[in-house]
């Protein structure tokens, strides 16, 4: 665990500029301020002091949750990044394939401001669209929880004590016909337990428009472990790089 935390550090170090300035977002508990992490690459991202914004930020640059960097994108090649957040996947996407097109989709109102800011920011707005919506199984109004304590925004854990909006959610299918997608290279999916219904109800050609599938599974075990199944069934090569975390590639390439 020691050398973990060291080679973490270490990584951190090497790729924030104003690396001070993170391990003070990491730290911190203040609510309702934000900070700017500025990359040596050349970016800069703002992230709010709410938690799950440094946590997005640690999964694509500090961990790598994905595996983004074993996984190939050709030049041209399109991406969906469903439950942007604050953009950070798509930031890390647009700086590992240069050459692509990425699609970032998120309800949130407040966050989804913050991922306007970010890809504006990094004049990236010719390659990285936002898009103010939520995939589901169904396209529809609905509610999203809004827990402000963890910086959570779920259309699956409703409670009475949380907050709520009202979103547009979409189908898979209806969003490609939107965007006028018809394959898309890489897809990944941090929908707060949504992906459930989407596997449920979407049709085996709509699924398989999408090479790659890269996502966070929520659920019980028995919940993922059905899940995965289901995918599996669809024609995909499944494989999972930690608890929570998938990796599907559809077999025939």
Partial sequence: MVID?????????????????????????????????????????????????????????????????TLHVPPGGKILDLGANCGCFSLRAAELWQHSTIYAVEPAPDTFSLLMHNISCNNLSSRVRAIN?????????????????????????????????????????????????SSINLCKMDIEGAEHEVFATESLDVVRQVKCYVMEIHGS????????????????????????IAVAVRIDG
């Fill in 5 to 69: 935390k060291a080679f973490k550090v270490a990584r951190i170090i090497k790729i924030v500029k104003n690396f001070p300035v993170y391990f003070y977002a990491y730290l911190s508990r203040t609510r309702g301020k934000s900070v700017v992490l500025k990359l040596k690459s050349g970016l800069n991202i703002k992230l709010r002091l709410n938690g799950s914004e440094v946590i997005a930020f640690n999964e694509q640059w500090v961990n790598d949750v994905y595996g983004l960097a």
């Fill in 221 to 244: 075990d028995r919940d993922r472990s059905s899940l995965l199944r289901k995918i599996a069934l669809f024609g995909y090569h499944v494989t999972m790089l930690r608890d929570s």
């Fill in 133 to 181: 919506l939520a995939v589901a199984g169904f396209t529809q109004k609905r509610k999203l929880s809004m827990d402000n304590s963890s910086g959570r925004r779920s259309l699956c854990d409703i409670s009475s004590d949380i907050p709520t909006v009202s979103v547009d959610t979409v189908t898979l299918r209806d969003l490609f016909d939107r965007l006028g997608l």
